[in-house]
């Protein structure tokens, strides 16, 4: 079993910047950011994994940065340059072999 434990969410205006935190109870495999608009899907943020390999969706290329402190099993996500579209709960995701865990999510709201 994983546990996770999600902070930095918040109410910023566009074009400010969050970082959110994630810290697993162990060590992973690979963790991630998901997020989840109303009435919207859950999709991809931003994943990396123990070697370090991230990837990103298009729609937070060069605004979004994932990164990782293995020693503390913790990722972050630092985001810049916010748009109201950004709005959405965020969730961490860890992968564990074959099993995915997910944080109770965060809430993100950007102000235009």
């Known amino acids: 079993q994983v546990q996770l434990v999600e902070s930095g969410g918040g109410l910023v205006q566009a074009g400010g910047s969050l970082r959110l935190s994630c810290a697993a109870s162990r060590p992973v495999n690979a963790m991630g950011w998901y997020r989840q608009a109303p009435g919207q899907q859950r999709e991809l943020v931003a994943t990396?994994?123990?070697?370090?390999?991230?990837t990103y969706a298009d729609s937070v290329k060069g605004r979004f940065t994932i990164s990782g402190d293995k020693a503390k099993n913790t990722v972050y996500l630092q985001m810049n340059s916010l748009k109201p579209e950004d709005s959405a709960v965020y969730y961490c995701n860890a992968d564990l072999w074959t099993t995915n865990y997910w944080g109770q999510g965060t809430q993100v709201i950007v102000s235009s």
């Open positions: 990396i994994t123990r070697a370090g390999i991230t």
